[in-house]
T-cell receptor, first 114, second 114 residues
Framework: AQSVSQHNHHVILSEAASLELGCNYS??????LFWYVQYPGQHLQLLLK??????LVKGIKGFEAEFIKSKFSFNLRKPSVQWSDTAEYFC????????????FGGGTRVLVKP | GAGVSQSPSNKVTEKGKDVELRCDPI?????LYWYRQSLGQGLEFLIY????????KSGLPSDRFSAERTGGSVSTLTIQRTQQEDSAVYLC????????????FGPGTRLLVL
């Protein structure tokens, strides 16, 4: 079955530390890739997306992600986190054969300590 | 402009009762999605409407769940004879419906079945 895996369920780090969240999917065809963020008490918001072209995409708030097709991965990175980055992060994949619906990873809760 | 809105924001019901959840998509968006976010299952796709096409119901967990979209805009998700395992946050999203695109999420309806 098509699936999306996020390897870390919880991440705790200090301000100014670098963050990398892993995301892998299982589908051999064309994909559209997304990272969404859910801040405490707020709804899901788009951080960044990849449809085609440059596999290194930049999003809001200093986040970036790299699509590595050979590894079926779309890892999220931020060089220096802030306390305000405390949130839950979701990787989502639109797999061509599945129409436009998104398959989500299990989410990663990130806690940034001030 | 206005984002996706959902009502009610919270709903508490008794086991066996029917509930209706409403979604107002972003104006002009022809595609509408329902997802469910629960502790045990993460974020799961439920159903997808695109224009006048037959909806993709492949994610509905049982025949107690149904959804309709009237006039190509507002959608209602109905859960009949609710069970405790239906407790979750029900999320609605909409998109332009033109192909590769971003889904924009509403704040969700938190459903608690007692």
């Amino acid at each position: 079955a098509q699936s999306v895996s996020q390897h870390n369920h919880h991440v705790i780090l200090s301000e100014a530390a670098s963050l990398e969240l892993g995301c892998n999917y299982s589908y051999g065809g064309t994909v559209n890739l997304f990272w969404y963020v859910q801040y405490p008490g707020q709804h899901l918001q788009l951080l960044l997306k990849y449809f085609s072209g440059d596999p290194l995409v930049k999003g809001i708030k200093g986040f970036e992600a790299e699509f590595i097709k050979s590894k079926f991965s779309f890892n999220l990175r931020k060089p220096s986190v802030q306390w305000s980055d405390t949130a839950e992060y979701f990787c989502a994949v639109n797999m061509g054969a599945a129409g436009n619906k998104l398959t989500f990873g299990g989410g990663t809760r990130v806690l940034v300590k001030p | 402009g206005a984002g996706v809105s959902q009502s009610p924001s919270n709903k508490v019901t008794e086991k066996g009762k029917d509930v209706e959840l409403r979604c107002d998509p972003i104006s002009g968006h022809t595609a509408l999605y329902w997802y469910r976010q629960s502790l045990g299952q993460g974020l799961e796709f439920l159903i997808y409407f695109q224009g006048n096409s037959a909806p993709d119901k492949s994610g509905l967990p049982s025949d107690r769940f149904s959804a309709e979209r009237t006039g190509g805009s507002v959608s209602t998700l109905t859960i009949q004879r609710t069970q405790q395992e239906d407790s979750a946050v029900y999320l609605c999203a909409s998109s332009m419906g033109t192909g590769q695109e971003t889904q924009y999420f509403g704040p969700g309806t938190r459903l608690l079945v007692l």
